[in-house]
């Protein structure tokens, strides 16, 4: 069985950390991903999609990356479950495995070569 989805895109915002009562930190990102055909009208329509990167991933995204900055994430698609008081529903949800960094949009000068492929 193979779950694997790649997207390339830019960041919409700055990344932003939170760390969850266990300690365990996580980040929710939303790349503009550009389709890569043109629509009825001759224009490239943009499609936002927020991806999830825990611990490590995250901050080297946070440390690296700012708003624009063009990334590759390779992600896997879960789906999760959720209860209200009117319905349950599914949502799905894209979680990054590893971040390549294709434009330089890092905070500090300098980037490591173990931290280009997270």
């Not at 266990?22 to 939303?30: E, P």
């Not at 943009?46 to 590759?72: P, R």
Request: overall charge neutral; glycine content about 6%; hydrophobic content about 35%.
């Amino acid at each position: 069985m193979l779950n694997q989805v790649i997207l390339i895109g830019r960041l919409t915002s700055d990344p932003i950390i939170k760390v969850l009562e266990d300690g365990k930190k996580v980040s929710d990102i939303r790349l503009a991903v550009q389709r890569s055909f043109k629509n009825v009208d001759g224009t490239y329509e943009t499609d936002f999609i927020t991806v999830t990167l825990w611990q490590g991933l995250a901050e080297s995204l946070n440390k690296y990356c700012t708003k624009g900055t063009l990334v590759a994430v390779k992600a896997r698609l879960q789906t999760r479950h959720i209860t209200s008081q009117e319905k349950d529903y599914y949502t799905l949800e894209a979680i990054g495995e590893r971040v390549s960094y294709l434009s330089s949009g890092k905070k500090e000068a300098t980037m490591s070569e173990e931290d280009t492929y997270i």
